[in-house]
């Protein structure tokens, strides 16, 4: 069965210092996200992603965030310059051709800044 | 702003007995649907509402969308130990992006 795979899993990072986060979703889809939540809490929308740029932003989606699909199969997250509120599971998801049709999510990428 | 509320926030329940989960709106969804973590996984698409008083059901689990399209229902009959985890509903609201409602965490007491 098709996945979205999410590296690494775990990332550590200083406050102050860039991280990209990486994923690899369904090869077929169009649509593409990116979530997060916070321990124990709700799944956050970041950022959608279609027909190679950013279709929908949250607020929390800052200057310091910023979205690549940079060859064709990757969709990366950067994270600029991370923030101790930045510590959160990343979640990539994917979806098919329509918008209103089910999300796949990746594993997530837990990211921890010190 | 659009956001999506659910209740319980936490529900614990013996095995085999029942569980419900109620998602609210204050504005009319285009679509719900249910999603379910597992305790340290991933979110996991159950099922998918469009249509006015719409009922699914999936062995043990039926949703159902309300008749105003703002409020809708997960209810598990005799849940079992696999049913641990937190259900989410989500919609789009129209848009591109998926607001998760404030999810519901089950655990069960075997």
């Known amino acids: 069965e098709p996945e979205v795979t999410q590296t690494p899993s775990h990332q550590v990072t200083q406050m102050g210092q860039e991280v990209i986060l990486r994923c690899v979703p369904i090869s077929n889809h169009l649509y593409f996200y990116w979530y997060r939540q916070i321990l124990g809490q709700k799944v956050e929308f970041l950022v959608s992603?279609?027909?190679?740029?950013?279709?929908?932003k949250s607020e929390i989606f800052d200057d310091q965030f910023s979205v690549e699909r940079p060859d064709g199969s990757n969709f990366t997250l950067k994270i600029r310059s991370t923030k101790l509120e930045d510590s959160a599971m990343y979640f990539c998801?994917?979806?098919?051709?329509?918008?209103?049709?089910?999300?796949?999510f990746g594993q997530g990428t837990r990211l921890t800044v010190v | 702003g659009q956001q999506v509320m659910q209740i319980p926030q936490y529900q614990h329940v013996q095995e085999g007995e029942d569980f419900t989960t109620y998602c609210n709106s204050s504005t009319t969804l285009s679509n719900i649907q249910w999603y379910k973590q597992r305790p340290g996984g991933h979110p996991v698409f159950l099922i998918q509402?469009?249509?006015?008083?719409e009922v699914k059901k999936q062995k043990r689990l039926t949703f159902q969308f309300g008749e105003a399209k703002k409020n809708s229902s997960l209810h598990i009959t005799a849940t079992q130990t696999t049913d641990v985890g937190t259900y989410f509903c989500?919609?789009?609201?129209?848009?591109?992006?998926?607001?998760f409602g404030t999810g519901t965490r089950l655990t069960i007491i075997p």
């Open positions: 998801a994917s979806g098919g051709a329509r918008m209103n049709t089910e999300a796949f």
């Open positions: 989500v919609s789009n609201f129209g848009n591109e992006k998926l607001t």
């Open positions: 992603f279609y027909n190679n740029e950013i279709s929908e």
């Open positions: 509402l469009v249509k006015s008083g």
